[in-house]
């Protein structure tokens, strides 16, 4: 894809005019160009999340990486490619054109947990898209871009479906903060009783010897007295866990999933990939000494390490095969959020020349952490017994390019439609679990987006 840079704008209240830069630039493009296009230009300090939450447009999707260098607000549609099922033959050619011909556009999306699982009827199994704008920060850098591309009806069309989307774009607002909204009803799903029981055969002798890890996930529902802003909720999660992925997508008005995840499925830069194993549970501390004396205990903890390792062990010998190299910390180190801290090993490799990303999410997605293991038996377990569908929740949600791929875990996760919220979390069930433990676990994993939900400071 051919990048047209633009001068760099020197004011900081620039972004009208910028605009007016790409509008210029979109009017005098030559008959012809290559397939796909995208024309850029600096536009001075933004609050991406902000912008993209006043928009009109859709779809909405948010991207900030683990380490905040890099922010994405995405908007509208050049190119739209949705699948219903991992059987379907275009997905997998998207996946391997993508590694040879997009160059440095980027396809925003995600894969659902488990490809035989019922979708969710705006997402699918997966979906991934090509925005007609985007608003990035890399550091303290701002850029606004639009992307065409002259295989969807020719150049004039494409042109003018660029200038409208320009020219429908508002400026950026405060994010709305209202008086809380009272909860209607809540709900888990398994409820405890159900969940004592799944916990018991999961950890019997019998099962444990041919299984012995599922990660069992549970819903919970809450319904408010008002619809909720996705992007408030995403926002206010965002600041009290900085150190985690934030991704956001709203494919249309009437549903939007948002994730704050600690974990990373692989990033990809050209042949060289990072991967982890995270797994391993323990709450934060209420003060320094208690925090550190958890996180000893937690590293110490023969369980929660050997459900680390199993991961650690899955992915080296998912990666294997696909590799020059691939190799693993030799033991775990601690990673913090801010009411859990887990078992984090970090995983890096060389991949083979013919690898790319359709053999990593076949081969990786979904990881122990997420499944269990062996993969196969724990997905089994899972299908059988769970009774609402995980849709995105736990599966793969990133980018795509040729250059660089990245893809988070979508743990931590919230499926907004309404008035309606529903939260997930999971638990690794090994020999020794106990239930009202493993159960105590679900609730430390929500306790930062409950605690914003219910306190009101996310609620529109």
């Not at 922010?71 to 275009?90: K, M, N, W």
Request: proline share 5%.
């Amino acid at each position: 894809m051919a990048t047209l840079y633009l001068e760099p704008y020197l004011s900081t209240a620039v972004f009208l005019a910028a605009l007016g830069t790409l509008e210029d630039r979109l009017k005098r493009l030559p008959a012809s160009f290559q397939s796909r296009l995208r024309l850029t230009a600096d536009c001075g300090a933004v609050n991406p999340m902000e912008w993209l939450a006043g928009q009109t447009l859709y779809p909405r999707i948010y991207w900030c990486g683990r380490d905040n260098e890099e922010e994405v607000a995405a908007l509208g549609v050049c190119q739209d490619f949705r699948f219903e099922s991992a059987d379907d033959s275009g997905l997998a050619t998207l996946l391997q054109q993508t590694a040879t011909h997009t160059g440095n556009a980027r396809l925003y999306g995600g894969v659902a947990f488990d490809a035989t699982g019922p979708a969710w009827s705006e997402f699918g199994y997966a979906r991934f898209v090509l925005p007609r704008i985007e608003l990035t920060r890399q550091a303290d850098h701002y850029r606004i871009s639009v992307n065409l591309n002259s295989e969807n009806a020719g150049l004039a069309a494409e042109r003018e479906a660029a200038l409208a989307a320009l020219r429908g774009l508002l400026p950026p607002q405060p994010l709305p903060h209202r008086a809380p909204a009272a909860v209607v009803s809540h709900s888990d799903n398994p409820e405890f009783p159900r969940w004592q029981e799944l916990v018991t055969q999961l950890t019997s002798a019998d099962f444990n010897r041919h299984t012995p890890k599922v990660v069992l996930a549970r819903q919970t529902r809450l319904d408010f007295e008002r619809d909720l802003c996705p992007w408030s909720l995403l926002r206010r999660w965002q600041q009290l866990n900085p150190s985690c992925f934030q991704f956001g997508f709203q494919f249309g008005p009437g549903a939007s999933f948002i994730s704050c995840s600690p974990e990373r499925l692989y990033l990809r830069r050209l042949s060289l990939l990072q991967s982890e194993a995270l797994a391993g549970t323990a709450r934060r501390g209420a003060n320094e000494a208690e925090d550190t004396s958890l996180a000893n205990e937690l590293l110490a903890d023969s369980k929660n390490a050997e459900e680390n390792l199993w991961v650690k062990q899955d992915i080296l010998t998912a990666l294997a095969p696909l590799s020059e190299w691939v190799e693993a910390e030799a033991h775990p180190r601690i990673f913090k959020l801010a009411h859990v801290q887990h078992l984090h090993t970090s995983i890096h490799a060389r991949l083979k020349r013919e690898t790319g990303d359709l053999q990593l999410l076949q081969a990786l997605h979904p990881t122990p952490a997420v499944g269990g293991y062996p993969r196969q038996s724990a997905m089994t377990f899972i299908r059988g017994h769970e009774t609402e569908p995980r849709g995105w929740y736990a599966g793969a949600c990133g980018y795509l390019s040729a250059d660089e791929t990245e893809f988070a875990v979508a743990i931590r996760s919230a499926y907004l439609q309404g008035k309606q919220v529903c939260l997930y979390a999971g638990a690794g069930i090994v020999a020794g679990s106990r239930p009202e433990a493993e159960w105590r676990e679900l609730d430390n994993k929500l306790t930062t987006v409950l605690s914003i939900l219910l306190d009101g400071k996310a609620l529109a």
